[in-house]
């Protein structure tokens, strides 16, 4: 039996079961319905960027300080290892351009194909 026909059943029995109550209890039930649809709260209309900053503030006020914190050291730690590598990066670099300026290689040698592949051989050595 599907969730559909299921529901429908439902419903069916749930009227049928309407039918068999007294009048004053369906005029009860009725004026329940109308107070409880009048109490429902209606939607308001705002605009798209007051439903984001509304977004916004509800997602900051409910942060935890543990939360703020953890994700202060993670921004920390990705900023150091990005200068750290960028340290490295250029250490390399500085190794390599030192190691060119101090050798006595002909102009012609700079232009050689086989000059990228001697620079990281002697570099990992």
Do not use: C
């Amino acid at each position: 039996m599907n969730e559909l026909y299921f529901t429908f059943k439902i419903k069916q029995h749930l009227n049928r079961g309407l039918q068999q109550l007294p009048p004053a209890t369906v005029s009860r039930l009725a004026n329940a319905r109308e107070l409880a649809l009048q109490r429902q709260r209606v939607a308001e209309k705002r605009s798209v960027l007051a439903t984001a900053g509304s977004f916004i503030q509800h997602h900051i006020d409910s942060l935890h300080l543990k939360q703020v914190l953890l994700a202060l050291a993670v921004a920390a730690g990705v900023a150091t290892y990005t200068y750290w590598s960028a340290e490295q990066n250029i250490f390399e670099l500085e190794e390599i351009d030192s190691a060119l300026l101090a050798d006595d290689l002909p102009v012609a040698a700079y232009a050689d194909r086989g000059f990228a592949a001697w620079l990281k051989n002697s570099v990992s050595e």
